[in-house]
């Protein structure tokens, strides 16, 4: 009540200063010149003025397996195999999509020749890479619960599935069959995929903590706390290894580099920036996924920072005014981002240096500017970079200059990035449909 009457007083001296009345017939006409919102970003990206080498990218490589989030723990896949011609080889419904109250955000993964899938209410599945065949599926909701939260994920090793289910619960599976081999509840729930590496199970928590639990029971050998956050972005992320270290992403902007045996921090940076005004850009959230390459970690953050930071020593080798929560590619000596734009770009990897940048529509309706799209990617597969939209559409863009190569429309809106594994591109789309192409 008392800072309403300030407020009501301020109000009256304030109206006192302009005129008779508070909103008279003659009010002092505004000072000349053009208005721009503080609130909102105008700022795209530009390429910048210097190298102008060659962008060579390392030849195409089939590899089988897409495992965990990210691919591999230190989350760089560089350039993967496709075919020149694609078509849809197959599709399959793994359950429940999205609806108003619920989310779709589990990527899948690829081992052993499956591909492991998990719907919207925790029911995971199985299928056969080369033609969807169904092989198993497993209800992971405990007995008499309700909807529960959203998210989790999924991660194979060594014949076993780890799971992060809605629940604030860690499973393992047995991949062959999905019976369910063990089930640990966590302190509270995780939204994104877990990390396997070591012996343990690396997953981060909606409070920004992180687990190290046994591959083999899942009790915790260690744990880490970050600085919780009240709100954070819808979606969650996991931490990348390499070697013995754990770099791991908190909401808070965080990022830990912690030892693999105990938990010990090794260094901390802040991906953020303190130059945004408007409220999305005070969510300081990591959400894409870390990637470390040749001793080199590439981080990127919602609030306006994309930094490169050396991996042993944590000196922030470079920064980018760039914000995005998607996950870096990185590719021989460039990396490429969908950022907050939306726009694709090409940095290069050693100076930050900003190579090309191909803006992606922002609405449906360009017009009326209705229908916001939501961008996820990209993967590079066979000199092509592909990302996908909330409205389903998967495009195709050149690594080399940006250029728009194609254009898929998809049954439904994607909000996950897809994966290659097999020579086979794979999408979910929000409807929980599992679409093959090769």
């Known amino acids: 009540m008392r800072r309403f009457a300030v407020i009501l007083a301020s109000c009256g001296f304030l109206a006192a200063c302009s005129g008779d009345t508070w909103f008279g017939d003659n009010p002092t006409p505004p000072l000349p010149g053009k208005r721009i919102s503080i609130l909102s970003q105008?700022?795209?990206?530009e390429?910048?003025?210097?190298?102008?080498?060659?962008?060579v990218l390392p030849p195409p490589e089939n590899v089988p397996e897409w495992p965990q989030a990210g691919?591999?723990?230190?989350?760089?896949?560089?350039?993967?195999?496709?075919?020149?011609?694609?078509?849809?080889?197959?599709?399959?419904?793994?359950?429940?999509?999205?609806?108003?109250?619920?989310?779709?955000?589990?990527?899948?993964?690829?081992?052993?020749?499956?591909?492991?899938?998990m719907d919207a209410e925790s029911v995971a599945s199985a299928y056969d890479l080369k033609d969807g065949h169904r092989l198993w599926k497993t209800d992971l909701a405990p007995e008499d619960t309700g909807d529960g939260s959203y998210g989790g994920g999924l991660a194979y090793e060594e014949g076993k599935l780890y799971i992060t289910n809605q629940f604030a619960e860690l499973l393992a599976l047995n991949a062959a069959d999905g019976k369910i081999l063990w089930r640990r509840s966590l302190p509270s729930p995780v939204r994104g995929a877990p990390t396997v590496r070591a012996g343990r199970v690396l997953v981060v928590t909606v409070d920004n903590s992180t687990l190290a639990l046994s591959t083999e029971d899942g009790h915790e050998l260690w744990h880490h706390n970050g600085i919780s956050e009240v709100a954070s972005m819808l979606g969650g992320t996991s931490p990348a290894v390499d070697g013995n270290t754990v770099l791991t992403p908190y909401s808070s902007g965080e990022l830990f580099a912690l030892r693999i045996e105990n938990g010990t921090v090794q260094w901390s940076e802040v991906i953020s920036s303190l130059k945004r005004t408007d409220q999305v850009a005070t969510l300081t959230d990591i959400r894409g996924l870390p990637v470390v390459?040749?001793?080199?970690?590439?981080?990127?953050?919602?609030?306006d920072i994309f930094a490169a930071i050396d991996l042993r020593t944590g000196r922030r080798i470079w920064d980018k005014e760039v914000g995005s929560i998607q996950t870096p590619w990185v590719a021989g000596d460039f990396i490429y981002l969908v950022t907050n734009g939306p726009e694709l770009a090409c940095f290069e990897?050693?100076?930050?240096?900003?190579?090309?940048?191909?803006?992606?529509?922002?609405?449906?309706?360009?017009e009326d500017k209705t229908d916001r799209q939501v961008w996820s990617g990209p993967v590079l597969a066979s000199d092509r970079l592909i990302v996908v939209?909330?409205?389903?559409?998967?495009?195709?863009?050149?690594?080399?200059t940006g250029e728009k190569l194609g254009e898929v429309e998809l049954p439904a809106g994607v909000t996950i990035p897809p994966i290659v594994a097999g020579e086979t591109l794979l999408f979910v789309t929000v409807d929980g449909d599992l679409i093959a192409y090769r």
Not at 47 to 55: L, R, V, Y
Not at 81 to 87: D, S, V
Not at 349 to 366: F, H, I, M, S
């Open 42 to 45: 105008t700022k795209t990206l």
């Open 293 to 303: 390459d040749r001793g080199r970690v590439f981080a990127v953050g919602n609030a």
């Open 71 to 117: 691919g591999y723990p230190p989350h760089s896949m560089y350039h993967l195999a496709l075919g020149p011609n694609l078509h849809q080889a197959w599709d399959a419904n793994i359950g429940a999509g999205a609806e108003k109250r619920r989310v779709f955000m589990t990527q899948p993964i690829v081992a052993v020749g499956k591909v492991f899938a």
């Open 47 to 55: 390429p910048d003025a210097g190298s102008k080498t060659s962008i």
């Open 349 to 366: 990897a050693e100076t930050g240096q900003v190579r090309w940048v191909k803006p992606l529509e922002r609405w449906v309706d360009e």
């Open 389 to 400: 939209s909330s409205v389903g559409k998967a495009v195709s863009f050149s690594p080399y």
